[in-house]
């Protein structure tokens, strides 16, 4: 995305909304933090909610963002999961660490079309 002419990666971490209110955080990947690999995680990392319905439509539900500079410290702070479905490490980041203010901030600020 673009904003005031300069361009910024938006990353969109999704869970279904049932989970995200079951258990109150979002998986990340694992191995960027422990290969350090911080230039692949997004400037801004926006969470979202998903229903999925019946006719095969879906309802997202936009929950709040967060910068990669304090992005990063969450991350490095928070423990390793392992996936039993998908047999790979997660780091799980709780909710309260994104902003629903800065992310409507954010959209608001982005470069128009």
């Known amino acids: 995305m673009w904003f005031e002419g300069i361009r910024k990666t938006v990353g969109l971490r999704s869970r279904e909304i049932s989970e995200l209110e079951r258990w109150k955080e979002v998986p990340y990947p694992d191995d960027r933090v422990r290969t350090e690999e ?3 995680i997004e400037d801004y990392m926006i969470i979202a909610g998903i229903v999925f319905e019946e006719d095969g439509s879906a309802k997202v539900r936009l929950y709040g963002a967060i910068e990669k500079e304090r992005f990063i410290p969450v991350l490095t702070e ?10 790979e490490y997660y780091r799980p980041v709780a909710l309260r660490h994104f902003n629903h203010d800065m ?5 608001q600020k982005a470069d128009k079309a």
């Open 38 to 40: 911080y230039n692949r």
């Open 78 to 87: 928070t423990y390793r999961k392992l996936s039993p479905n998908q047999q």
């Open 103 to 107: 992310m409507l901030h954010l959209l």
